[in-house]
């Protein structure tokens, strides 16, 4: 994809909103314009249109303005893709399997990708969907605010983190990062949270089982991660020149999981102000595919605190990966295994709404505003270190679209 798309500057044309959607009908001798065909039709008819067209005519009978409310959500959600299109880019230029959007294979870093593979095989191909899927909600969310007569959001002007110069990656962007992958703060809370009954929506603080602090999710450079190291299949043994990159990719798989942890709380607090039943639809539907990510990179990321590759230690930053399943680690780290298992990952029943009576329901946490809101997002990715670098103007840009969407009333 060219980087025009990545930064929603020049997303995919869209023609205007009143425009007709030409269908040839074999009986006509013109085309028929569609939607006055659909409005003729009525309800009884439009269910008889196969179910690609009938999406297309729903799309052009929306085409009024936004609601304000509407287009806040919708600006902050292109934004919040245009931040994971960067990342996942990076991350699918050195790990993924092919280029963007079923393009040609991709060498990517073969240490990186071979200790991604450590996690999971199919590690490549996962990380080029989930970098498609992200590519494809920026544009499409640019593209229907443009399409409703909207600005696109464009942080083209933000694109100059230095990133890495390790073997893989495009070296046409080197300099030209939006994110930053090269030291980050990778909270854990969520591996916790969703093995406990516990919310934090009511009130519940809780901590992940070990820290990632000031760790590269991707190699540096060849200087640091040489791309001729031959990575083991696990265990890997002590000493070994892949334990840096095997920690690396490590902390790739727990950043994957944060990252999506982030859409699976945010677009539920989105779509709970949204007015239109359109935007509600919209919010639902890209929300959802956030879960499936998380859901993914949750199981892959306990691979990793997991025999036979458990116990790496990076020899450079002393960052070890604990066996979460272990008696005996989990009594030395003061853990308790019904909150690590690296198998439970499907979300425990909690605490929900809050009154008496109610029994534990297995849910999507936290959704409040507060906690998984669009300013909670940017803080929570701040944190991470994802933005280090990045100018005033950035941030400022960032709080406004956040604060103007937390700040929408549902009508
Ligand atoms: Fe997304
Ligand atoms: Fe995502």
């Given at each position: 994809m060219k980087e025009e798309n990545l930064s929603g500057h020049n997303p995919t044309p869209i023609k205007p909103a009143s425009n007709y959607l030409e269908i040839k009908d074999s009986n006509a001798a013109s085309p028929v314009r569609r939607r006055s065909f659909i409005k003729?039709?009525?309800?009884?008819?439009?269910?008889l249109l196969p179910g690609s067209a009938l999406l297309k005519a729903q799309a052009i009978n929306s085409s009024n303005k936004l609601s304000q409310g509407d287009a806040d959500l919708l600006r902050f959600a292109a934004w919040?893709?245009?931040?994971?299109?960067d990342l996942w880019t990076q991350y699918n230029e050195l790990g993924g399997a092919t280029a963007p959007n079923d393009g040609p294979p991709n060498v990517g870093n073969?240490?990186?990708?071979?200790a991604l593979q450590n996690l999971d095989g199919d590690m490549p191909q996962y990380i080029t969907d989930n970098n498609d899927d992200e590519l494809s909600h920026a544009a499409f969310l640019n593209a229907y605010l443009q399409a409703h007569g909207e600005k696109a959001i464009d942080l083209k002007q933000f694109h100059k983190l230095p990133g890495s110069t390790a073997t893989g990656v495009d070296k046409t962007k080197v300099g030209k990062r939006l994110t930053n992958l090269l030291s980050l703060n990778v909270d854990l809370g969520w591996y916790t949270r969703y093995r406990s009954g516990q919310n934090p929506d009511l009130g519940a603080v809780l901590n992940g089982p070990f820290k990632i602090l000031n760790q590269p999710a991707i190699p540096l450079s060849d200087t640091d991660t040489p791309p001729t190291v031959v990575v083991p299949t696990p265990p890997i043994p002590a000493g070994s020149p892949a334990l840096r990159i095997q920690a690396i990719a490590n902390t790739a798989g727990f950043h994957?999981?944060?990252?999506?942890?982030?859409?699976t709380s945010l677009y539920p607090t989105l779509a709970l102000k949204a007015s239109?039943?359109?935007?509600?639809?919209i919010l639902l539907s890209i929300g959802g595919v956030e879960i499936d990510h998380f859901s993914l990179w949750h199981d892959k990321a306990g691979n990793a605190v997991s025999?036979?590759?458990?116990?790496?230690?990076d020899p450079e930053t002393n960052l070890n990966?604990?066996?979460?399943?272990d008696p005996?680690?989990?009594a030395r780290l003061h853990l308790q295994l019904e909150l690590t298992q690296t198998n439970k990952i499907q979300p425990e029943p909690c605490a929900f709404i809050e009154a008496t009576g109610l029994p534990a329901c297995s849910v999507i946490r936290p959704t409040s505003t507060q906690l998984g809101g669009a300013v909670a997002t940017v803080n929570s990715f701040m944190a991470d270190g994802l933005f280090d670098g990045q100018k005033d103007a950035f941030f400022d840009q960032a709080m406004q679209l956040a604060t103007a969407a937390d700040n929408v009333q549902r009508r």
């Open positions: 003729g039709l009525g309800i009884v008819g439009a269910t919040v893709e245009l931040v994971e299109s073969p240490p990186y990708k071979a994957f999981a944060f990252i999506e942890q982030g859409g239109s039943e359109e935007v509600l639809r025999q036979p590759l458990a116990g790496v230690t990966f604990p066996d979460l399943n005996a680690t989990l």
